[in-house]
């Protein structure tokens, strides 16, 4: 069997390309970049852009099925920045799919889809879609999202798939990018500090995606879309100061309201755009938000229908991720 993997050489696309090398399967894998160390392992690695549809098409040819897991992410940044790999990225990989024959397609979404700036408890597959959006990654993969399950049919069968938060060995984002911001001085706890979220850790992720990729020769799970996480909400700021602590760092105790968090961010972005500043702005509206309200989901119908079930408890996965970091120097 051969699979393409868009953004292989990703967080997660290189843990889904590693389980898939471990079933024996044939594995290209589509990025911006070379990956050397993929290729090392015998994954065929393909240079392009997700915005050029022939270049995702010339990927897809001969293979049996197709992870789209590359995308923009982040929370700053113009609207044909996100819109370009993210939206036409995703038509192009549907329409490459269609022309080619591929028969399953995995995508990788968000929660961020229903960002609604209310706080989430249990949120189930019943939420509709957000409005009102904060930044153009959560609106452009909610069209992506819902461009892409629209597509499902008998002869290309769909199915999207939303972690939260993913951590875990290698993660070059999420907690990096908390260390950094610690370590400058410039995180506080927004809010009480006692919002619950969900997280997931990459090697579940990377399960999950496997485990929709078999359920889709049934059709059980076609043209649906499923959270994916650890199953247990952690109270967010008591588990980055584990994390914190854990690596040696002071924990946070400073506490700044929503409100206020949420008026600085607009004013952090307004300056941004004004004065044309690289880099994102210290805090965002959406930032502030994500920072200070529960977000956490109905994991039952990944349960049933992917049999999906988390390999590692958190106190594993925490353990394993604080080792990694602390090996990389955080």
């Given amino acids: 069997m051969?699979?393409?993997v868009t953004g292989g050489g990703g967080f997660v696309g290189r843990s889904v390309v590693e389980r898939l090398l471990a079933r024996g399967y044939t594995v290209r894998s589509f990025g911006r970049s070379p990956q050397p160390s993929l290729a090392a392992k015998g994954v065929r690695v393909i240079t392009g852009d997700l915005g050029n549809a022939a270049e995702v098409r010339a990927a897809c040819v001969g293979v049996n099925a197709v992870f789209h897991v590359a995308a923009k992410a982040g929370v700053w940044g113009s609207w044909d920045s996100y819109y370009r790999p993210n939206v036409l990225g995703s038509r192009n990989v549907v329409a490459a799919c269609q022309a080619e024959g591929v028969r399953r397609l995995v995508y990788t979404s968000t929660p961020s889809v229903v960002f609604n700036r209310q706080a989430i408890r249990g949120g189930g597959q019943d939420m509709p879609y957000g409005r009102r959006w904060l930044c153009h990654?959560?609106?452009t993969k909610a069209i992506?999202?819902?461009?892409?399950?629209?597509?499902?049919?008998d002869t290309l069968q769909v199915v999207a798939l939303r972690p939260h938060l993913i951590f875990g060995p290698?993660?070059?984002?999420l907690l990096p990018r908390v260390i950094e911001s610690v370590k400058a001085g410039r995180l506080r706890i927004v809010g009480d500090g006692s919002n619950r979220v969900d997280v997931a850790y990459v090697e579940d992720v990377a399960a999950a995606h496997l485990n929709a990729l078999d359920v889709l020769d049934t059709g059980k799970c076609a043209g649906k879309a499923y959270f994916i996480s650890q199953g247990e909400p952690v109270e967010l700021w008591t588990w980055l100061n584990q994390v914190l602590t854990g690596l040696g760092h002071a924990p946070l105790t400073q506490r700044v309201p929503l409100r206020l968090a949420y008026a600085a961010g607009a004013v952090a972005e307004t300056l941004w755009r004004l004065l044309g500043r690289a880099g994102e702005p210290p805090?965002?509206?959406?930032?502030a938000v994500e920072l200070a309200k529960d977000h956490y989901f109905d994991l039952q119908p990944a349960i049933q229908d992917l049999a999906f079930r988390p390999e590692r408890s958190m106190e594993v996965a925490l353990?394993?991720?604080?080792?990694d970091l602390a090996e990389r120097g955080f």
Avoid at 283 to 287: A, H, L, N
């Fill in 319 to 323: 353990a394993e991720t604080i080792k």
């Fill in 144 to 153: 992506a999202e819902q461009e892409i399950l629209a597509a499902s049919c």
């Fill in 137 to 139: 990654y959560a609106h």
């Fill in 283 to 287: 805090i965002t509206r959406f930032v």
């Fill in 2 to 4: 051969e699979v393409l």
């Fill in 170 to 173: 290698g993660d070059p984002h």
